[in-house]
């Protein structure tokens, strides 16, 4: 007799439901992100991805936020962005990728590091040895970075130093000098002393000290040296070339007086006033002098 066919039907139809369940099981082909997702909607799909260990739904999402423009406001967002392509990029095991991601995070943030209690121990280490590879690169970043911080500092401290000076600089000394008239009328450069001449004031004191001088010495040497009421005619000459030297002398002398004192009278100013900055408010002083009476005012 015959045996029943039904278990053989049921074999086969067991097998093809046995053969059929990991086709049922594989994962969808994800499709590509619309490109009319909202960037940060974007980056919260590929984080759910990333939960999901659907790692080729993740570069699908968030590569297009990075790749050929960042699409991203904030620093923090494209960080976040390429750690999780470099984490999909290391699962799919396409490790040049993953490495030029996690070279671009730590070009942005040297100090960033994976979260050992959340990341698997072996991407902590991918990303631990791409940090060693970079020391040299990430010492000359940190390196810029308090270059910049030391000259943002010092820009702020000379710039607060400035401020300060600049405030502090609030009194002004002004001194008035008043002028006598009397003093115009002086000889020896003292009236263009007091005008603020002072090359002339050298000029008339020498010259009047010189002329005058010889003069008197002249004036001295004669009842001196020789009997003026019996000169013998031998030192005829002598007396007679001191006595020419001590009225020339004399006239020069005096004409040089004149001089200064018209040139002082013509350049006589009443009064002068000067003016200056000072640091610190000082005390107020009376200041006298034989040209000038000054003061704080």
């Given at each position: 007799?015959t ?28 499709r ?6 909202a ?86 280490s ?109 030192d ?42 000072l ?19």
């Amino acid at each position: 007799m015959t045996p029943p066919r039904r278990p053989r039907a049921a074999a086969a139809l067991l097998a093809c439901l046995v053969g059929a369940a990991p086709l049922a099981a594989a994962p969808r082909p994800a499709r590509a992100a619309a490109t009319t997702v909202a960037p940060q909607a974007a980056l919260e799909a590929g984080k759910l991805a990333y939960q999901r260990h659907e790692y080729a739904v993740v570069e699908q999402s968030v590569r297009p936020l990075l790749y050929p423009t960042v699409e991203l406001g904030t620093d923090d967002a494209v960080i976040e962005a390429r750690r999780l392509l470099a984490l999909a990029y290391f699962f799919q095991k396409r490790y040049p990728e993953a490495r030029a991601e996690v070279v671009q995070i730590l070009a942005m943030h040297p100090e960033y590091t994976l979260d050992r209690y959340v990341e698997p121990p072996v991407a902590v280490s991918f990303f631990e040895a791409i940090r060693r590879e970079q020391d040299d690169r990430l010492e000359a970043v940190r390196r810029r970075e308090r270059e910049e911080e030391a000259a943002r500092a010092r820009e702020e401290e000379a710039r607060r130093r400035e401020a300060l000076r600049t405030a502090e600089r609030v009194v002004v000394e002004t001194t008035v000098e008043r002028h006598s008239r009397l003093y115009a009328f002086l000889p020896f450069g003292i009236g263009q002393q007091q005008n603020g001449q002072r090359k002339k004031a050298i000029f008339f004191l020498s010259s009047e000290l010189i002329v005058g001088a010889l003069s008197l010495a002249c004036w001295a040497a004669l009842p001196a040296a020789f009997n003026l009421n019996s000169v013998r005619p031998a030192d005829a000459p002598t007396v007679n070339a001191l006595n020419l030297t001590q009225i020339v002398s004399g006239v020069a002398f005096w004409g040089l007086v004149v001089a200064g004192i018209i040139d002082a009278n013509v350049k006589y100013v009443p009064t002068v006033t000067r003016t200056r900055e000072l640091p610190a408010r000082p005390r107020a002083r009376l200041t006298i002098s034989p040209f000038s009476i000054g003061g704080v005012f």
